[in-house]
């Protein structure tokens, strides 16, 4: 399983490193040969390259590279992962700025501001958590007034200074 997943990885290394170099066309084949896999040709973040390798190409006329495809490759990426804020922003974009269609596009914007305040809402909360576990309440509760800066009126970032400030208290007695 560990040399899949490297060989996976070096794939991609070669594909963003063609795509890096401009070699959009040599990028896409190598991608198409990597979707041709079962396991991996339904992969959302594969979808999500190939489509943004299709968009950069000048000319979109080569076969089944169009910018139909490419739209299909980030609804697709959506279905398959409702959770990832990078698909939600890279059709927001494609809906934007390929297709001009703004009304369509603002859901898929305002989806993934969702999902990104969430994912920092949690990892924030983690980080003081961890933080209290490390080096205590006094630590804890600093970085946690950023976190309340950011969300007011989460309730976890309240019951957290409740606990940390008790647990403050407990020291000095």
Same mark, same amino acid.
């Given at each position: 399983?560990?040399?899949?997943?490297?060989?996976?990885?070096?794939?991609?290394?070669?594909?963003?490193?063609? @795509?890096? @170099?401009?070699?959009?066309?040599?990028?896409?084949?190598?991608?198409?040969?990597?979707?041709?896999?079962?396991?991996?040709?339904?992969?959302?973040?594969?979808?999500?390259?190939?489509?943004?390798?299709?968009?950069? @190409?000048?000319?979109?006329?080569?076969?089944?590279?169009?910018?139909?495809?490419?739209?299909?490759?980030?609804?697709?990426?959506?279905?398959?992962?409702?959770?990832?804020?990078?698909?939600?922003?890279?059709?927001?974009?494609?809906?934007q700025n390929v297709l001009d269609k703004p009304k369509r596009a603002l859901p898929c914007?305002?989806?993934?501001?969702?999902?990104?305040?969430?994912?920092?809402?949690?990892?924030?909360?983690?980080?003081?958590?961890?933080?209290?576990?490390?080096?205590?309440? @006094?630590?804890?509760?600093?970085?946690?007034?950023?976190?309340?800066?950011?969300?007011?009126?989460?309730?976890?970032?309240?019951?957290?200074?409740?606990?940390?400030?008790?647990?403050?208290?407990?020291?000095?007695?």
């Open positions: 399983m560990k040399d899949l997943i490297t060989s996976f990885q070096k794939t991609v290394e070669v594909i963003k490193n063609k @795509r890096q @170099r401009g070699k959009l066309s040599d990028a896409l084949k190598k991608l198409d040969s990597l979707l041709k896999h079962e396991s991996l040709k339904w992969n959302p973040y594969l979808l999500v390259l190939h489509s943004e390798l299709i968009q950069r @190409r000048e000319k979109t006329n080569g076969g089944h590279w169009t910018l139909e495809s490419a739209e299909l490759d980030l609804h697709n990426a959506v279905v398959l992962d409702p959770s990832s804020a990078d698909a939600k922003i890279e059709l927001g974009w494609f809906l914007f305002e989806q993934a501001i969702a999902l990104c305040r969430d994912q920092l809402h949690s990892a924030m909360l983690g980080n003081v958590e961890c933080l209290y576990d490390l080096k205590g309440p @006094r630590t804890a509760l600093v970085e946690l007034e950023k976190v309340e800066k950011v969300f007011p009126a989460s309730r976890r970032v309240a019951q957290l200074k409740s606990d940390y400030l008790n647990a403050m208290r407990n020291l000095r007695e």
